[in-house]
């Protein structure tokens, strides 16, 4: 069910899938989008590499079902360290895990944000401004407005019930 889903962020997912399901890791945030926590990087040169896939001795099988893109992937752990499978499938397979080192510029940046942390900020900010600059009372006539044209029908009902009713007491 990845219709319409870019093949980055089908990766993105993967990740933040084989993380949360088989390590036991903390890295998916519960108020954001699936894979909004792992981040692509464009390169990590300078970073020593900690284990590849070669280098594996659980007797699996590594193979991809078709060409290969190779990707750098980053992810911020919010919980403990944890130990994982060599996560693989005939779409994606783990090649080699890096050193993280807070001295290279892949790996120093801040955790990812998540959309709890943007509400208000960034694009919606503008928007919250304007409406918040806006006098209360245009606030209430935009209201009794938006009433009368959505609610004639009704309005109009009730109205001619009252009006029926006051002539019937005199």
């Not at 609610?151 to 009713?165: F, N, Q, S």
Request: proline fraction near 8%; charge should be neutral; charged fraction near 20%.
């Amino acid at each position: 069910m990845m219709l319409g889903v870019s093949p980055e962020r089908q990766l993105r997912i993967w990740v933040e899938d084989q993380i949360r399901l088989h390590s036991g890791a903390e890295v998916a945030d519960s108020a954001d989008l699936k894979g909004g926590q792992i981040e692509i990087i464009p390169d990590a040169p300078g970073l020593a590499v900690y284990l590849r896939k070669e280098q594996v001795t659980d007797g699996a099988t590594f193979l991809v079902n078709g060409p290969a893109e190779l990707f750098t992937v980053r992810f911020y752990n919010r919980g403990d360290s944890s130990q994982l499978a060599w996560p693989h499938d005939g779409e994606y397979l783990l090649d080699e895990v890096l050193n993280p080192n807070p001295a290279n510029p892949a790996t120093q940046g801040p955790a990812p944000s998540t959309i709890g942390q943007t509400i208000g900020h960034g694009a919606i900010q503008p928007i919250t401004q304007a409406l918040g600059s806006v006098p209360w009372y245009l606030w209430l006539a935009g209201a009794t407005v938006g009433l009368i044209l959505v609610l004639p029908g009704e309005v109009t009902r009730k109205a001619r019930r009252l009006g029926k009713r006051i002539r019937s007491r005199r």
